[in-house]
């Protein structure tokens, strides 16, 4: 993160040129400006702000005019110039630079008081050009408001104004418009270095993000395929080695073809979490059933899906991949080890995280041993990474319950 109490560098100049600046533009000028200024003149046109800063309405009006005039030919005509070339934007800029400024000594020039509350409008402006957020720090915006404020001195002396005020008050708001500004654009700019640093780590984080989603990603696909195509290769050696046994030959054809079932079944879950038609809690609960009925189909467990919550909540790819793969390393240790008959599967939501857990009414397995293994660990690793919460009871002769809860927003990595 960026140290606040380091001052960036000024700069002679507000424009970087690596980093177009959008001058002004129609709707702005129309919608925002427009008005802004209409308002300013009839508050100074009042009679009461008149007789107060001694600066008639016609004054008041050519001023604003004058300003007015000036805007309306630096969008209309220098902007779409500053679009083919650079030059024009500086133009534009340095054009409204010295318009703003003359015409804020101008109104303090024409009330023939070097100490009028007009010198406002100067301070105003100041504060404006330190805040905007795609300036940085400029000696020309720092010094060109104060220069504009001293050079009234030599006017209100020649004008007869009172020689202390005449020097005085010029030479206070020039130094009050010089700090206005510095300290508005300290702080601006340490915002900006803030911003750039936020954007920075979120540039860092979706890269680590998306590494861990394709490291995710490689162990799904050589669980769900790996796996498989390493025990068809054993097959494949088998048959070799028994080719003159059909009895054998048959036993091995039907684990050969569970295995090849198993392994599409894993693979359509995997792809089915990735790339959902619609990526929400009851797709997913979808996707947990259909997967339930091919596991059915092939064994005769029943299992039983249930959806509890809202289901149109959207869910990350990364929740719906852990959720997908928790739902078939549980069914699997049910089917293969447990001999499990029936299976229930409830799939909560609570607003902020999604929930799923399994229970089987199998022959249950000792937790210690079983967690020296690679599925449940690995799952259990998974869950923890994207900041959630597994858990594993079970007990020889009692079944098994596993439970894992996602927040909807993972934990960065």
């Known amino acids: 993160m960026a140290d606040p109490s380091v001052m960036p560098p000024y700069r002679w100049w507000a424009l970087d040129l690596n980093q177009p600046t959008e001058f002004t533009i129609p709707r702005y000028y129309v919608r925002i400006y427009l008005p802004a200024i209409a308002v300013i003149c009839a508050c100074l046109a009042l009679p009461a702000v008149t007789a107060a800063t001694g600066v008639s309405s016609l004054a008041v009006a050519a001023v604003c005019g004058v300003h007015v005039a000036w805007v309306t030919f630096a969008t209309f005509v220098i902007a779409p110039a500053a ?5 024009w934007l500086h133009v534009a800029h340095a054009g409204s630079l010295a318009v703003a400024c003359v015409l804020c000594a101008l109104l303090a020039v024409l009330s023939g008081r070097p100490d009028t509350l007009l010198w406002t409008a100067l301070c105003v402006y100041t504060a404006m050009n330190g805040a905007l957020p795609n300036f940085g720090p400029s000696l020309v915006l720092l010094l060109a408001p104060p220069v504009a404020a001293l050079i009234t001195i030599p006017i209100f002396l020649l004008r007869g104004a009172d020689p202390v005020w005449a020097i005085g008050g010029p030479t206070v708001i020039a130094g009050m418009v010089a700090m206005t500004y510095h300290g508005i654009a300290m702080r601006t700019a340490g915002w900006r270095a803030e911003c750039a640093a936020i ?7 979706r890269r680590c993000v998306a590494e861990l989603e394709r490291t995710h990603l490689a162990r799904d696909l050589h669980d769900a395929v790996g796996s498989p195509l390493t025990l068809a290769a054993l097959y494949g050696e088998l048959v070799e080695r028994h ?7 048959r036993r091995i054809a039907g684990n050969l073809r569970g295995e090849a079932r198993q392994g599409l079944g894993d693979l359509r879950g995997v792809i089915d ?20 009925r091919r596991i059915t189909a092939a064994s005769n467990m029943i299992i039983d899906v249930d959806l509890a919550g809202a289901g ?25 080890h447990g001999r499990a008959e029936r ?7 609570d607003r902020r995280t999604v929930t799923v857990e399994i229970v089987d009414d199998g022959a249950g397995f000792d937790p210690d041993v079983q967690r020296s293994g690679r599925g449940l660990p690995g799952l259990a690793a998974r869950i923890e990474e994207l900041g959630g919460v597994f858990e594993l009871e ?6 098994t319950r596993i439970q894992a809860s996602v927040p909807l927003a993972p934990s960065a990595p």
């Open 83 to 87: 679009a083919r070339s650079a030059g």
């Open 199 to 205: 954007e920075a780590q979120r540039t860092d984080l």
């Open 243 to 249: 080719a003159e046994e059909p009895e054998v030959l």
């Open 273 to 292: 979490a990735l790339a959902p038609d619609v990526a929400d809690l009851a797709h997913l609960a979808e996707v947990l059933r259909e997967l339930g």
């Open 312 to 336: 149109a909540e959207p869910l990350d790819t990364g929740v719906r991949l852990a959720m997908v793969r928790v739902f078939q390393e549980a069914l699997h240790n049910a089917l293969r």
């Open 343 to 349: 299976v229930g599967v409830s799939l909560t939501y």
């Open 394 to 399: 079970s007990a020889r002769g009692r079944g």
